[in-house]
């Protein structure tokens, strides 16, 4: 005959099993709703509407056209050369997840970002790429950010460069192809020539981190972009180079859409307005450590 006392313990560790399991499946229950509360919060409640409102874009997967070489913004991703990471890039899934669509990327250089999304080899264009008049003949943008540039310079700026101004008579510059701050820069040179200096030159590249190399090579003397990109310079070299000043150009950074599909358009705007309602744009901000302050409401513009 097996002791009493063995039923007893054997009834104790049941029963402790048994209540271990219950804690565990409440455990796992609660882990369910936390996580079903997250996938949730990810789409901004106005987004279902919106995919009604919009079905045309709703189980899609669409193109977006980068020159990933813009850390901060669109980079490759360090962990895995087959992937892209940055603001921009989180932005752009946030608001394909607010329509019901994905994305797949397109690398190109800066100055094929439009003839790319004009020829129809992409969707649609989120590549830190400032909306102006003149792009707007191809492209009509939703515009999401303020813009800051940064004037990037040797340690210790020998040429004593401060500002796209007549500091830069003499200087060489480096840009990317189809920037707005080149003809910025040309449009100093009379003036330069007027007051007896010499005109600035230009060095034109493909990209932002060939800008970046031609001044740490001693090829250029400045590099103005974004103050954001100017200032992952800054920190990515501490010894050898440093953000002159930053100034203000009457520009704001836009998404690229095609100029025949205004629905299109209209349904990227509405969706950017719940992702910024939703919180969502502030936060990708900090967590890409870009400035707060280029947080701006969307508008469109177009060239008409």
């Not at 796992?28 to 936390?34: K, R, S, T």
């Not at 440093?242 to 690229?256: D, H, Q, R, W």
């Amino acid at each position: 005959m097996v002791p009493r006392s063995l039923f007893g313990n054997a009834r104790k560790k049941i029963g402790s099993a048994s209540r271990l399991r219950s804690v565990a499946m409440g455990v796992a229950g609660l882990i369910a709703l936390c996580i079903a509360g997250q996938a949730q919060a990810a789409a901004p409640a106005g987004c279902a509407a919106l995919q009604t409102k919009y079905p045309d874009w709703k189980g899609k997967t669409l193109v977006n056209a980068i020159n990933p070489h813009t850390p901060g913004y669109e980079a490759i991703d360090p962990k895995d050369p087959d992937k892209y990471v940055g603001f921009d890039i989180d932005l752009g899934e946030a608001i394909g997840e607010c329509l019901g669509f994905k994305l797949t990327y397109k690398a190109v250089t800066f100055a094929a970002l439009l003839t790319t999304l004009s020829s129809g080899q992409a969707d649609i264009v989120i590549s830190d790429i400032y909306a102006t008049k003149e792009r707007a003949k191809a492209a009509d943008f939703i515009t999401y950010s303020k813009v800051f540039d940064g004037v990037l310079v040797a340690k210790g700026n020998p040429k004593k460069i401060d500002g796209i101004n007549m500091s830069l008579c003499g200087a060489a510059a480096a840009e990317n192809t189809g920037y707005v701050e080149v003809p910025l820069v040309q449009d100093l040179a009379p003036k330069c020539k007027e007051a007896g200096k010499a005109e600035p030159t230009i060095q034109l590249y493909d990209n932002n981190a060939n800008c970046i190399q031609a001044i740490l090579a001693g090829r250029a003397d400045t590099y103005v972009n974004d103050v954001n990109t100017v200032d992952q310079a800054v920190k990515a070299n501490p010894d050898k180079l440093e953000k002159a000043i930053a100034v203000t150009i009457p520009y704001s950074v836009g998404i690229g859409v095609p100029k025949d599909k205004p629905k299109f358009r209209d349904a990227v705007l509405a969706a950017l307005i719940e992702v910024q309602k939703a919180g969502i744009h502030k936060d990708l901000l900090k967590k890409w450590e870009l400035d707060p302050n280029n947080f701006k409401e969307p508008d469109i513009l177009t060239a008409d």
